[in-house]
């Protein structure tokens, strides 16, 4: 039975840590609010003269095609996650692909914001099953710094993102049915009821102004909105819920994940996760307080982090969950090989 596995991962932050002191000097906040509401303590606002997001992508891909033991040659696919896309169009996964020596391969991005990493995972993960492709890399890569509104207005939103990249290297794996191993399943959902919740709305193709320059330098639509409380309260129910789907559907409990990798949202959503679903917390990977939230890229470097803590081995029931704008979330369920 072909299944895929994660052959190899990396990531890449830039070197620039605004602590929560030195983001007061922009922002009204203090270090205090920001730790008790949220986790975080510093975050990386990328360098413009050293990163761009596709050349994050590439730094991490570079790493995580190094542990596969593959070169770019080798890979017959690229899907990019990103909300924060190095152009309108096209995409960033070919400039990925033009930055490094790939061959003429397809390259997909994909918007699934927060869960983009494990939307991606689920689409490289079918094109392995069918048969059609036996390398896949993916990559989630977030430049959110030159995009928040850092007035009172938009302060709790400011205060929550990061910058960078992290990358995963999928390849095929022949494996047994009785006993599978690799990427068990993965589950998809999406509600657009509540689109406007958590968004960017500029630019915005069917209004007249999309690129207007005043309306640019207001702010208005160019930076992220978002209804904090509401989206925490989806996040606590969705997220145990999609991991609960992936645990039914593979005959497994709570109490059989040896590591849970949920998206960084927020430390508090993962505290309330991990208790709603009665799992350890040595077994619940949080990073948050080191980098923020970087949307695509928050679960593959967690799971870098995890992987090299020892939190996650081989053989180990490895669980991705995520939750975000969308309102989209995910999970997967991993035997790790
Ligand atoms: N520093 C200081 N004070 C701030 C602040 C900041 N950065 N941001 C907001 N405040 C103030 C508000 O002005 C408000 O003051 P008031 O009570 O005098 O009106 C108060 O703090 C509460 O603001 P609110 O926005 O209601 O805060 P909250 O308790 O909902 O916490 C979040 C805000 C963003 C931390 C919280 O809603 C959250 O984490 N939500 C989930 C967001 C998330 O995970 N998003 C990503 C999903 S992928």
Avoid at 130 to 144: D, F, R, T
Avoid at 307 to 334: H, N, P, R, Y
Wanted: charged share 20%; net charge negative.
């Amino acid at each position: 039975m072909i299944r895929s596995k994660i052959a190899g991962m990396g990531f890449y932050v830039p070197a620039n840590v605004v602590s929560n002191d030195e983001l007061s000097k922009r922002v009204n906040t203090t270090d205090e609010w920001i730790k008790e509401r949220t986790g975080i303590s510093e975050r990386r606002f990328f360098v413009p003269e050293e990163d761009t997001n596709f050349g994050m992508g590439v730094k991490a891909a570079t790493i995580a095609l190094d542990k596969a033991g593959l070169t770019p040659q080798d890979i017959d696919l690229i899907v990019y996650a990103t909300l924060s896309p190095d152009y309108y169009f096209p995409g960033s996964g070919v400039l990925l692909q033009r930055a490094m020596p790939f061959r003429n391969i397809a390259a997909i991005d994909l918007r699934a914001q927060c869960s983009g990493f494990i939307y991606g995972l689920s689409v490289a993960d079918q094109f392995i099953r069918s048969g059609m492709y036996k390398n896949i890399l993916l990559v989630g890569a977030e430049i959110h710094s030159t995009g928040l509104d850092f007035s009172d207005a938009g302060r709790h939103v400011a205060v929550i993102f990061g910058d960078g990249a992290g990358a995963a290297v999928l390849s095929a794996i022949d494996t047994d049915a009785e006993k599978p191993e690799g990427i068990l399943s993965t589950h998809l959902h999406s509600n657009g009821e509540f689109a406007e919740q958590l968004a960017i709305i500029y630019p915005a193709s069917a209004k007249l102004d999309k690129f207007d320059s005043k309306n640019m330098e207001a702010g208005g639509g160019y930076f992220p909105v978002m209804n904090g409380s509401f989206v925490f309260k989806h996040a606590v129910t969705y997220m145990p819920e999609v991991v609960m789907e992936a645990l039914n559907a593979n005959g497994y409990t709570p109490a059989d994940i040896d590591c849970l990798v949920p998206h960084q949202a927020n430390a508090r959503i993962t505290a309330v996760v991990r208790e709603k679903m009665g799992i350890a917390e040595e077994k619940v990977i949080s990073n948050i307080h080191k980098y923020g939230n970087t949307t695509a890229a928050s679960i593959p470097i967690a799971m870098c982090e995890a992987l090299e803590q020892g939190k996650i081995k081989k053989g180990d029931l490895v669980c991705l969950t995520s939750f975000g704008s969308g309102f989209t979330w995910a999970s997967a369920l991993i035997r790790w090989v």
